[in-house]
């Protein structure tokens, strides 16, 4: 695996304004990709989320999701360090869960397939649109691609993973305009609390419509903005 930063991937500043996070890269201040994708999910989804809520109860529902944020950043740590070869002996020997997590996608969805690294938590942005920070950017079976990593609580069906191609392709759409590159495929690499590894490949037809549909997404904020004191 050879570390290779081709791209010079600005610094930006990560910020919160009414609820909303936000970037700070160029003196631009532009909403998230994940601020933009819960400002216009469905209803349907919407109306989901607060089923699970009432069903669970809304303090275990909160404690889920503190749980998942947790386990999600420490895993993501182990992956940045095994990418930037920083993985030290006192990490080796560590046996949490958040460490197996992590050796499951190394073993499974890295160590074999990862030729060559761009970035790790890379900021990538929009002019004027968006902006947002992608977990890996590289060569990956033989091609540019956008890889994000991913928990669960359970193994995930492909029709689940909407929002996690949205933003592959938000991403993707993102480095094209600003470093003119044609970025055709993107991976999300899951492994869940119970050590099941997944592997979801976005290939070029796919990454396409869903930047298409982002797009759409960002004109949707951009509208909702213009027209609600929530944005204010």
């Known amino acids: 695996m050879k570390l290779n930063f081709k791209f010079n991937y600005p610094k930006s500043i990560r910020a919160y304004h009414n609820g909303q996070r936000l970037y700070d890269v160029n003196s631009e201040k532009l909403p998230s990709v994940t601020t933009i994708l819960s400002a216009t999910e469905s209803e349907e989804k919407k109306a989901s989320l607060e089923r699970w809520k009432n069903r669970v109860g809304r303090k275990e529902a909160d404690l889920i999701s503190r749980q998942s944020l947790s386990r999600g950043s420490a895993m993501h740590d182990f992956l940045e360090k095994f990418i930037l070869n920083q993985l030290n002996l006192d990490l080796l020997g560590d046996n949490s869960l958040e460490k197996q997590m992590a050796d499951q996608i190394i073993e499974n969805g890295l160590r074999n397939d990862l030729s060559e ?97 982002f797009l759409e997404k960002v004109e949707q904020y951009y509208s909702m903005k213009l027209n609600s004191k929530f944005f204010n």
């Open 117 to 213: 690294v761009y970035g790790v938590e890379a900021t990538l942005y929009y002019p004027g649109k968006y902006a947002g920070a992608a977990d890996l950017l590289g060569i990956y079976m033989g091609k540019e691609t956008i890889l994000d990593f991913k928990t669960g609580n359970k193994p995930r069906r492909d029709e689940w993973n909407d929002e996690y191609y949205l933003q592959l392709g938000a991403y993707s759409l993102a480095h094209d305009k600003v470093y003119g590159t044609n970025i055709k495929q993107g991976v999300i690499l899951l492994c869940t609390k119970d050590l099941m590894f997944q592997r979801f490949i976005v290939d070029s037809e796919r990454l396409k419509d869903c930047q298409q549909r």
